[in-house]
């Protein structure tokens, strides 16, 4: 399905239809991608080695699917920064898949699951340095930048949107 990233059907001259993707759990069946996605240059340069979950910590990895197609993984993974205490945004695509919007999107879909799922009361995303861009999909998802962390990284974090309530009420209940 392709739709307009101002939202609504066709796309209007000067803009650029993308893809819609979704997000299915990470199986075992799925270590192709994964060893795949490990062995490409920009995977391995800003994520290295995916990190595997133990009871303690757990990660929340999901495939991202394109027309039907696996072309990268996301997910929120324990992250060593700010004390161990917070779940980190990853997300990884295949060469081909890449510049396109879609880790954007995929990365929108996972922060929304931690919150709306997970109750995550933050997010964050450890990027490296030379990462730009990570940084700039971290600014579009209105993470900001919160201090150094890991490695020559800087961490960026999304704080969950605290819900308004209406106006009080007068009068009897």
């Known amino acids: 399905m392709r739709r307009c990233p101002t939202g609504g059907g066709a796309c209007p001259a000067g803009h650029t239809a ?5 997000l299915r759990a990470l199986s075992p069946s799925d270590d192709e991608l994964l060893s795949s996605l490990e062995q ?24 991202i699917v394109e027309g039907g197609a696996s072309v990268g993984v996301a997910g929120l993974v324990r992250s060593p920064a700010f004390g161990g205490n917070d779940f980190e945004l990853l997300c990884a695509l295949r060469s081909e898949a890449q510049g396109r919007g879609l880790a954007k999107q995929a990365c929108a879909l996972v922060m929304t699951w931690g919150f709306d799922t997970l109750k995550l009361e933050r997010v964050i995303a450890s990027i490296g340095d030379g990462n730009d861009g990570a940084r700039s999909i971290a600014a579009k998802l209105g993470m900001t930048a919160s201090g150094s962390g890991p490695r020559g990284t800087t961490v960026y974090v999304k704080e969950r949107e605290k819900r308004k309530r209406g106006p009080k009420r007068s009068g009897n209940p």
């Open 18 to 22: 993308v893809s819609a993707v979704e």
């Open 40 to 63: 490409q240059d920009d995977v391995w340069e800003f994520v290295g080695t995916l990190p595997l979950p133990d009871e303690e910590h757990p990660h929340h990895l999901f495939v």
